[in-house]
Every structure is written in structure tokens, then in C-alpha cells.
């Protein structure tokens, strides 16, 4: 079946630098697109979202762009700090279907 | 805001015994979610509630699983019998509706030895 997948599985940069975490996803009617973050002993937290009609959307440090022709989703944060080193998902899902996840990014930041 | 709330935290069970998981999604949030989540993967769906009625239940091994939200409100996902590989944390997740944000709960890490 389709699937969500992730370029990299694990990511390390340097604290204040910025992180760029990319995902690929295959099913071409996806229309809605999640970023979540999670830490070791939680549950996934919501970073950001973005949906098809939508190629760019802009948070609190966090950036995820949309390019719909290749199916790939990035999610771009600025000046990494020593907290945002978790594991990054990225999730799709299209009309009422449930959230597909990739595998996972580990972000690891140096300090 | 209340978030999702789960329990237990922590379970260890033996292979073969029956266990069971409660969840109580955000208020008024129609859709609800149990994902499984085994060491080192992303959440895996197993099944997907609008209200009590049953969206997406394809990927839940019916042979053992089961789910329920009787009351369209709180939901509890059963093994019975438990099997070594059913070893990871049960994540619940809550949303208003199909195509929204989903908040998950802190999930139950089941150990089945």
C-alpha cells in the first residue's frame, strides 16, 4: 500500500544552526500534511500542519514546505536549541482516513 | 484544556494473559485513534472511531484486539492473549473530526514477558 517515508534517520547539527528534516510521501490524494515532535516517554506533540492547496506555512521557528509534483514535505527549523532534539514524524492523510506516519527523523542537537 | 488522558502508564504482563487500556480523548473531539508504537518505528493505526461507530479497523489483529467506545465518549483496547510481539506503547489519540489535528495521549508501554 502507500506509504509515508523519511529521507534520513537520524539528523545531528550544531545548536543554533538551522535543521532541514525531509519526508516523501506517495499517496498522491493526500491533502493534509502533520509535522509532530516526540520526546522519549511521550506521546507525539503537534508542531505544524499544512494542507494541498498550501505550498508553504511558517510557525514559531518551524517552517514546512510543500512541493506537491515530487510529494515531498520538509520541515525546516531555525536556530536549533538543545530541546528540540526529539524524533520528527511526519504524517498524511486524505478526507476522513486516518493519519499514515513515516518512521522517523532523530534530531540530535550539539551544544 | 484537559488533553488525552490514558492509563496505565506502564503494564508487564506474561505472554498469554488478557490486558486492557483506557483512554478518554479531549472533550467533544468525535474522532479518536489507537496507534501502536513498537521501539525505533513511527505509530502504527489500529483502529479509528467517528463517535462509536467504527471508521478503520483493518489493521487490528481481530484475533486478539478488540476496541470499544460504547458511549461515543471513552474508548479501552483489549489483548487477549497477549503475545511476546505485542510488546510497545499504545498510543490513544483524540481529533474533532478526520482531517484535523490529531493530540495523542502519553500512551501505555505494554511489556509482555
Known amino acids: 500500500g502507500e506509504s509515508v517515508g523519511l529521507h534520513l534517520p537520524t539528523l545531528s547539527v550544531q545548536e543554533g544552526d538551522n535543521s532541514i528534516i525531509n519526508c516523501a510521501y506517495s499517496n498522491s490524494a493526500s491533502d493534509y500534511f502533520i509535522w509532530y515532535k516526540q520526546e522519549s516517554g511521550k506521546g507525539p506533540q503537534f508542531i505544524i500542519d499544512i494542507r494541498s492547496n498550501m505550498d508553504k506555512r511558517q510557525g514559531q521557528r518551524v517552517t514546512v514546505l510543500l512541493n506537491k509534483t515530487v510529494k515531498h514535505l520538509s520541515l525546516q527549523i531555525a536556530a536549533t536549541q538543545p530541546g528540540d532534539s526529539a524524533v520528527y514524524f511526519c504524517?498524511?492523510?486524505?478526507?476522513?482516513?486516518?493519519?499514515?506516519f513515516g518512521k522517523g527523523t532523530r534530531l540530535s542537537v550539539i551544544a | 484544556e484537559a488533553g488525552v488522558a490514558q492509563s496505565p502508564r506502564y503494564k508487564i504482563i506474561e505472554k498469554r494473559q488478557s490486558v486492557a487500556f483506557w483512554c478518554n480523548p479531549i472533550s467533544g473531539h468525535a474522532t479518536l485513534y489507537w496507534y501502536q508504537q513498537i521501539l525505533g518505528q513511527g505509530p502504527k493505526l489500529l483502529i479509528q472511531?467517528?463517535?462509536?461507530?467504527?471508521?478503520?479497523d483493518s489493521q487490528l489483529p481481530k484475533d486478539r484486539f478488540s476496541a470499544e467506545r460504547l458511549k461515543g465518549v471513552d474508548s479501552t483496547l483489549k489483548i487477549q492473549p497477549a503475545k511476546l510481539e505485542d510488546s510497545a506503547v499504545y498510543l490513544c489519540a483524540s481529533s474533532e473530526q478526520g482531517n484535523t489535528e490529531a493530540f495523542f495521549g502519553q500512551g501505555t508501554r505494554l511489556t509482555v514477558v
Open positions: 472511531f467517528q463517535n462509536n461507530g467504527v471508521v478503520d
Open positions: 504524517a498524511e492523510n486524505s478526507g476522513n482516513t486516518p493519519l499514515v
